[in-house]
């Protein structure tokens, strides 16, 4: 909470004055931005970057926030009215059945209106939405969600991570490699990534390297 | 029609309805409670707005002909979802927007005889009025500068400060002062916002040379645009099609507003008005109905 101005914390202190507001806005993947609060009004948006935007007073309940602070995945939990409508249908489940909800960015922010000022914010996915005739329980999950990264458990890099002459490397060379690209004898299981990226100006790297090509070539009509 | 249907539309007798629509005596009138209030074992009481309710009314209707049940009954079928307009004619004629929460049961006490009790009307927030709540001096109160305690009632952003009594400042309806927040210096966009939960508010802002331009926006909508606080005047607004009538003296005020958590903000623009030697702004104080 450090870095807030006083004249945002000064209010915060007296007795009296108003509760903040939660701004909710949802993305999602069909490009539908929904903004949503407890109270009507008129709003800028961060996912749109547009200034006035109408949050309309959907949310109910309480809005729960679990931060661990840790790797362990943040979550949220965000109840929206499904009552609202016309006489056929639900203002909710028709955006529910118009729009993939599972998957939606969100982001939240419990707003001081009197600031202008956002003193806490949250965002992160959606992975479950439950729907019933009453109300929407969004299931939100923050960014950072270790768990949700899908990536191999080994190194990636120029370097192979395979051990030479391993049953996964398959080599049968006399002379063991420096787990490059270029002597590898055994390419067809290379591990490693054959192009790399120039870092070197410490910038978003533009620049594509090959790395040098092996001795041995691979015939995959060959049986080996 | 919502604000225009009116469930008593005279004081009196109604030959339309062959009945006063009136209520009858000993019924309730309950103010909101929209605080959440805590009070630590050893402290004070902590307060913050969190609702925005308004007024609920208990009525009761006693030995009346049939026409009067049905007409209940019909205003409690038809703005379930909705409001309609009720009119206390012995609290100064102040209208109320609101619809009935619970059911007009009627019980028969004799024959042609009907009674209805403690039927429930609750007022609804955003609203519209066909007559908005402007009794200043009885239904009004003030929100300061600071709280009792001194904290800030006021966010700010910007380079402004609490002074007793500023030194600029100049006249005012209300003078002499407590605390009020002044800018003496402002950068074009500094703020000085409130918050409340009521209809319409007034303000008497200060006039002094030592002022500046400002703009006042409520509900984030521009509503005074160019106010000249060296002498207190700015021309007529209008933004999208509402008309704020040209201000004078430093004189602001908004009475169509229904019920709800509303925010009036100042802002400075930094530039000099008229009769102008600085560009100060002052928050002085905000008077809002309840």
Redesign the interface.
């Known amino acids: 909470m450090a870095g807030l ?1 006083r ?2 914390t ?2 915060m ?7 903040p507001v939660s701004l909710v806005e949802i993305r999602t993947l069909s490009g539908n931005t929904y903004f949503l609060s407890e ?5 800028n948006s961060i996912i749109n970057g547009t200034t006035e935007n109408e949050y309309q007073d959907w949310l109910v309940g309480q809005q729960q926030f679990h931060e661990t602070g840790t790797t362990a995945t943040d979550t949220a939990s965000l109840s929206i009215q499904n009552l609202s409508g016309n006489t056929v249908e639900r203002d909710m489940a028709l955006a529910y059945a118009k729009n993939e909800f599972v998957g939606a960015f969100v982001y939240y922010r419990l707003w ?6 956002a003193i806490f914010t949250f965002t992160g996915n959606v992975t479950d939405a439950d729907i019933d005739e009453n109300v929407m329980d969004l299931s939100v999950e923050g960014f950072g969600n270790y768990s949700a990264v899908k990536v191999p458990s080994y190194d990636i890099d120029v370097s192979c991570p395979l051990f030479f002459g391993s049953e996964a490397c398959g080599s049968t060379s006399p002379t063991p490699c420096n787990q490059s690209y270029g002597d590898c004898s055994s390419i067809e299981r290379f591990a490693g990534i054959v192009v790399q990226w120039n870092f070197s100006n410490s910038s978003a790297p533009l620049v594509q390297i090959a790395q040098p090509a092996p001795a041995v070539s691979y015939n995959p009509a060959r049986a080996f | 029609m919502a604000e225009t249907d009116i469930l008593n539309p005279v004081a009196g007798w109604w030959d339309v309805l062959g009945d006063n629509p009136n209520w009858s005596y000993g019924w309730t009138r309950r103010t909101s409670q929209n ?2 209030i805590s009070r630590p074992r050893l402290g ?7 609702l ?1 309710a308004g007024y609920t009314l208990a009525l009761n209707w006693v030995d009346r002909p049939w026409a009067t049940v049905q007409r209940l009954k019909t205003f409690y079928e038809q703005f379930q979802g909705g409001y309609f307009t009720l009119i206390d004619r012995d609290g100064g004629n102040r209208h109320h927007v609101g619809n009935f929460t619970s059911e007009p049961n009627a019980i028969e006490t004799a024959n042609g005889k009907y009674t209805v009790q403690g039927l429930v009307f609750e007022e609804v927030p ?1 609203a519209r009025m066909l007559e908005y709540p402007n009794d200043w001096d009885n239904d009004s109160h003030f ?1 300061f500068a ?4 001194l ?8 380079a ?1 400060a609490a002074q007793l009594t500023p030194l600029m400042a100049g006249s005012s309806l209300n003078a002499p002062s407590s605390y009020e927040w002044i800018n003496p210096a402002p950068v074009a966009g500094d ?1 000085a ?5 009521g209809w319409g508010f007034q303000m008497n802002l200060r006039v002094d040379p030592l002022l500046g331009l400002c703009d006042i926006y409520v ?3 521009l509503f005074v645009q160019g106010l000249d606080l060296s002498n207190g005047t700015a021309p007529q607004t209008v933004v999208n099609g509402v008309i704020t009538p040209p201000v004078a003296n430093g004189f602001v005020q908004g009475i169509a507003m229904p019920l ?2 509303h ?1 009036v903000k100042i802002v400075a623009r930094a530039a000099k008005g008229f009769a102008s030697t600085a560009t100060g702004v002052i928050y002085p104080q905000i008077q809002v109905m309840h």
Request: charged share 25%.
């Open positions: 101005p004249g945002v000064g209010p202190s007296a007795s009296g004055g108003c509760a109270q009507r009004g008129i709003w001081r209106a009197d600031a202008e000022t | 605080k959440q004070r009481r902590y307060s913050r707005e969190v925005n955003q929100i600071l709280d009792d305690y904290n800030p009632l006021v966010a700010t952003q910007g402004w703020f916002q409130v918050e409340y939960v509900d984030g909508v709800d958590k925010r």
